[in-house]
C-alpha cells in the first residue's frame, strides 16, 4: 500500500461504534473496538499516506435489520411497525439506509477525492441521535 498514490482502508463499523446499545454490550464493544483501530491505524499509517477511516451504518434495509426489529417487537410484545417506528424515533431522517449508500461512502473515501480524509468515524445513519434503549418489560419501548 505504501507505493499506491490512493491508499485507502475503509473499515465497517456500527451505529453502536457511536452511541452503544443497550443489552448487546458485546455488539457495542466491538464496534467501538472497529473504530479506535481504525483511528489509531490512521496516526501510524498516515505518515506512509495511507487514509484509514471507519463506516458507521445506522438503520441499514436488509434482512439483518428486519431480524433485529422482529426480535425486538416479540420481547416487547408490540407490533413489527411500532418496533419500526421506535427505531427512528431518534433519527431525524426517517428512511432506511441503503447498502448503495454504504458501499457510495466507502467509494468517496477511498478515491482521490477522499485524499485528505482519514482518521474519522463516519456516520450514515440519518442523523440519529440516541439509540438502544428499549426495556424488556414493554414499557417505555424506545430504541
Not at 447498502?99 to 473515501?109: C, N, Y
Amino acid at each position: 500500500m505504501c507505493a499506491s498514490e490512493n491508499a485507502s482502508i475503509v473499515n465497517v463499523s456500527s451505529l453502536a461504534g457511536r452511541l452503544g446499545f443497550r443489552l448487546r454490550s458485546p455488539y457495542a464493544a466491538a464496534k467501538w473496538g472497529a473504530v479506535g483501530l481504525s483511528k489509531s491505524m490512521a496516526i501510524e499509517l498516515g505518515p506512509d499516506g495511507i487514509r484509514v477511516n471507519a463506516l458507521l451504518p445506522g438503520l441499514v434495509a436488509d434482512d439483518r435489520q428486519r431480524r433485529v426489529l422482529e426480535a425486538r417487537a416479540e420481547v416487547q410484545g408490540i407490533s413489527f411497525d411500532e418496533a419500526e417506528r421506535n427505531a427512528f424515533a431518534r433519527t431525524s431522517i426517517k428512511e432506511y439506509v441503503t447498502p448503495q449508500q454504504l458501499a457510495d461512502q466507502a467509494l468517496f473515501l477511498a478515491s482521490p477525492r477522499g485524499a485528505t480524509i482519514s482518521g474519522q468515524a463516519i456516520s450514515v445513519c440519518g442523523d440519529t441521535g440516541m439509540s438502544g434503549s428499549f426495556r424488556l418489560d414493554g414499557e417505555s419501548a424506545r430504541w
